[in-house]
């Protein structure tokens, strides 16, 4: 079982930054891929991005390509998704979530366990 806890969510100006935080419960937060979604109000839920298991890959939706970056620290169960020049449309509720499977995934559907996300709002 692992239990996830997004945070750092807020009200940002176009161009601005974010980082927004997920700390999971449990001792399987190594073996697991922890991906990034969002939904928009309105909007279906849509991949963020991944880190596999030990932090040597990640993946990144096309939209958040050279913005966003995934890091993990499997010290503290804690993965971290840094947001630059943050744009209107990245207004969303953030979810992180963990594969177990460990290599990661875009397909929301792999991932075993979710957050309860975190609102950000990113103002022009």
């Known amino acids: 079982q692992v239990q996830l806890v997004e945070s750092g969510g807020g009200l940002v100006q176009a161009g601005g930054s974010l980082r927004l935080s997920c700390q999971a419960s449990g001792r399987t937060f190594s073996r697991c891929a922890m991906g990034w979604f969002r939904q928009a109000p309105g909007k279906e839920r849509e991949f963020v991005g991944y880190?596999?298991?030990?932090?040597?890959?990640?993946e990144y939706a096309g939209s958040v390509k050279g913005r966003f970056t995934i890091t993990r620290d499997n010290a503290v169960n804690t993965v971290y998704l840094q947001m630059n020049s943050l744009k209107p449309e990245d207004t969303a509720v953030y979810y992180c979530?963990?594969?177990?499977?460990?290599?990661?995934?875009?397909?929301?559907?792999?991932?075993?366990?979710w957050g309860q996300g975190t609102q950000v709002i990113v103002s022009s």
């Open positions: 979530a963990a594969d177990l499977d460990g290599y990661g995934t875009s397909r929301g559907s792999d991932y075993n366990y």
């Open positions: 880190i596999n298991k030990s932090g040597g890959t990640t």
